[in-house]
């Protein structure tokens, strides 16, 4: 069974970058076809698919974001990487990571095979 939990800080400064990781266990990241995406819902709102990296190592971001954020694989630790760099309160979220069959760029929940648990980000000085 495929389980996915993602780590990282809870709090991160104004214009810092925001780094998570997620662990990927009774799989490998590299398994096609496979794709592996960050989510986020900020306070009050609804998901917002964030960006993926699928089992080659493309990416693909979303567009309002692209910017900032790049998503990167450590294959030896089966993880994918979230960074996005100067954040500000309005990154302030819980931060999902999700497998899905296939590239997927909505954040709907049963459009993902897989989820995590989530973990609570903040955007603070």
């Known amino acids: 069974q495929v389980q996915l939990q993602e780590s990282g800080p809870g709090l991160v400064k104004p214009s810092q970058t925001l780094s998570l990781s997620c662990t990927v266990s009774?799989?490998?990241?590299?398994?096609?076809?496979?794709?592996w995406s960050w989510i986020r819902q900020p306070p009050g709102k609804g998901l917002e698919w964030v960006g993926q990296?699928?089992?080659?190592?493309?990416?693909y971001y979303r567009r309002s974001l692209q910017s900032r954020t790049s998503i990167s694989r450590d294959t030896s630790k089966n993880q994918f990487i979230l960074q996005l760099t100067s954040v500000t309160p309005e990154d302030t979220a819980v931060y999902y990571c999700?497998?899905?069959?296939?590239?997927?760029?909505?954040?709907?929940?049963?459009?993902?095979?897989?989820w995590g648990q989530g973990t609570q980000v903040t955007v603070s000085s």
């Open positions: 990296v699928d089992y080659s190592g493309n990416t």
């Open positions: 999700a497998g899905s069959h296939g590239v997927v760029t909505t954040a709907i929940r049963h459009d993902y095979d897989y």
């Open positions: 009774g799989g490998s990241i590299t398994t096609s076809p496979y794709s």
